[in-house]
């Protein structure tokens, strides 16, 4: 069976390294409730975290964290969410999420049910800053 | 505000280091549903994964992958989900879950719309070990 993850890139690519890339999700609900929704998805194709070495991972992790610390910075998200699942698509990636208390899910996953409307017009509107400048904090982080 | 996870154990301890402790869920729906449901919980009081320092990241993130490589080992699931939220309850904590094709949610995340009926008389049953073996297995992978 063929992997969406390994034919297709998964995203709008911001970052690529020979690790990992990482892309922002731009289409569909998830796009328009969960606006600054990144995944970091690992180059080969493994299933679990755990299917990586030590240093795999620290440096998986590190680059999670950097996301994450951009996302802090430049959004100032009421919680950041991280997870990865793969029951679908067993590929490793991770879900990074900025997640704010007027966002439709808010406090529930963003896989469970709404709380609330969503934003009219779509989320990224109520954003700090635009997501290309986003992205490219993101990409500028990662290339350290 | 009190912090539930500061002022109780928020599950079965299975395990307790200075920097973590770790607890198998034991109540409400999700235990049932989904019995090899872990919890690492960080014991200072910090909201994000980026908050702790890198070799605190590492460390964590060490056990979690250890977690993880006991529920693969001893029950073989179908996928293992990992996820650090805390919307609601903002001190750091990840869930480590180990998921089935026969669980009520699968594929879906545990926080979605279930896709079939529970197992009759609870999930635990169809584990291939007992979780009093689970939990003695991970105490013993983060004593080394």
């Given at each position: 069976m063929s992997c969406p993850l390994c034919t297709g890139?998964?995203?709008?690519?911001v970052a690529r390294t020979p690790q990992y890339r990482v892309v922002r999700v731009v289409e569909g609900d998830e796009a328009r409730r969960f606006p600054a929704f990144y995944r970091l998805i690992w180059?080969?194709?493994?299933?679990?975290?755990?299917?990586?070495?030590a240093p795999e991972r620290h440096a998986c992790m590190d680059a999670v964290t950097a996301i994450e610390q951009v996302l802090r910075a430049r959004l100032a998200p009421t919680k950041v969410n991280l997870a990865t699942l793969g029951?679908?698509?067993?590929?490793l990636h991770w879900h990074v999420i900025a997640r704010f208390d007027?966002?439709?899910?808010f406090p529930a996953p963003v896989w469970a049910a709404p709380q609330r409307d969503e934003v009219a017009g779509g989320a990224a509107a109520r954003l700090a800053q635009p997501l290309a400048a986003v992205d490219a904090a993101i990409a500028q982080a990662l290339s350290r």
């Open positions: 890139d998964g995203g709008l690519v180059a080969a194709h493994v299933a679990e975290f755990s299917d990586l070495s029951n679908v698509v067993p590929h007027w966002d439709s899910h």
